[in-house]
C-alpha cells in the first residue's frame, strides 16, 4: 500500500490516507499526531517516520514513526537542527535527512538516525544550501537533487552525491532544468526527478540520471504540472502524488511506465488536494 503522510491543503494537516493498490481505493489511518507538511518521510524495519517538516507555525526537529501493524503514532528521537522542505532517504540501514529551510535560511547541513543507538548524528555538510531539495538512494550512495539556495536566491539545477563510506558530498552533473520541489525517485537503477519550479514557473517535465554515464536524460513529461509532490517508485511504475500546480493543491496521483515512456493517471483520486505530503510504500497490514 501507498501511505501519504500529512501535507498542505492548504494549512499543515494530520490526515494520513493509504491506496491499496490491490483493491484500487483510497482509506484513512490513524491521523499525525501533530499537523505536519513539508516533511520527509520514509520507511525503517517496516515503519513510517515523519522526519521534520513545518508544523503550521514552526519549522519542527521532531519526528513521528508509524507502526502498521499497531495502526498507531508515535514520538521517536528528535533530529539535532529544525529542518522543513528537506529530503530524506534510507541508506544503510539509517535514516538521512538533508539540507531544507529551518525558518530564517536553507540548510547545507545533514545528519543521520541509527536505530541502534537511538540517536542523530551530523554528517558533513553539502556544498550548497538546499532547501526543497529531493533525495533518492541509488548504488549506495545519496542524491541530493536541485533545490532553492536562499543565499543567492537561485533554484538549483546542481545536483551532489554522499558516499557514506568516507563521509563526503561530490557534484555529479548538473539537471538540464532548475528544479526546487522536485520530487525525486529511484526506479530501474536510475534516478528521478519529477517536476518542481524554476521561480514561478511549475514543470511537468521529467529528467533522469544514471550513474553510469552521469547524464540527465528527459522522459514523457507528466500530464499536470506539480511541484512539492511525492514521488515513490512501486512494481515497476514511479507514482507521483499530489504537489501543486501552481495554484491550486491537486488530489490526483499519475504514475510513469520507463518501458512505454508514458504517464498515466490513476482512476481513483486521494480524498483531499494535498501539496508537500510525504509518501511510503509499505505492506498491507493483516
Ligand atoms: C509547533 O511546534 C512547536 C514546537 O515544537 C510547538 O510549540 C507548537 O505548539 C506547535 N504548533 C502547532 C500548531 O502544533
Redesign the pocket.
Known sequence: ILVVVGGQAPK?IRSVECYDFKEERWYPVSELP??RCRAGVSVLNGCVYAVGGF????R???VDVYDPLRDQWAQAPSMEARRSTLGVSVLNNMIFAVGGFDGSIGLNSAECYDLRTGEWRMVAPMSTRRSSVGVGVLNGLLYAVGGYDGASRQCLSSVECYNPETDTWSLVAEMSARRSGAGVGVLDGLLYAVGGHDGPLVRKSVECFSPETNCWVPVADMMMCRRNAGVIAMDGLLYVVGGDDGSSNLASVEFYNPKLDSWSMLPAFMTIGRSYAGVAIIDKPM
Not at 508544523?55 to 514552526?58: A, I, K, R
Open positions: 499543515a501533530t499537523r508544523n503550521g507555525s514552526l519542527v526537529r521532531t
